[in-house]
């Protein structure tokens, strides 16, 4: 039985990239609609991916006006807009905020709370764009 070995450059790892990145653009495409899935993270991962897979796509979302800024930044400068950080972390309180009032299980909010913490403490910490 003949077993086709894969290469960095092989058509079978470039599919496996461009899955890889049209499920992360479907991801935050669906948290544009839904406020507590991130958006920008997964448009990150999906140009990681294209980077890899599709020249076409990946140009196409650093293209993007809306979230082509904020995938620039990041690769440029591993920074995050103040205006992305306050609505994340505003996102984050506010779901929080609504798991309490919903009067979901202590233990659950606590974990969601520690997770989000997490989150918070990192997309805080990023640094800010170059002006």
């Known amino acids: 039985m003949h077993v086709m070995k894969s290469t960095p450059g092989s058509s079978s790892v470039r599919l496996l990239w461009l899955t890889a990145g049209l499920a992360c653009a479907a991801l935050g495409l669906a948290g544009i ?9 997964f448009m990150i991962l999906a140009a990681f991916c294209f980077a890899r897979s599709s020249e076409r796509l ?3 979302l650093l293209d993007h006006p809306r979230v082509g800024p904020a995938i620039r930044d990041w690769n440029r400068h ?3 807009a103040t205006k992305a950080k306050l609505l994340a972390a505003s996102a984050m309180v ?4 609504v798991s309490v009032l919903a009067g979901i299980a202590w233990w659950i909010v606590a974990a969601q709370a520690a997770v989000m913490a997490g989150a918070a403490a990192f997309v805080l910490t990023r640094p800010s764009p170059p002006a």
């Open 33 to 41: 609609a839904l406020p507590l899935l991130p958006t920008t993270p």
């Open 58 to 60: 990946h140009r196409r």
């Open 78 to 80: 591993g920074a995050i």
């Open 94 to 97: 506010l779901a929080l905020l």
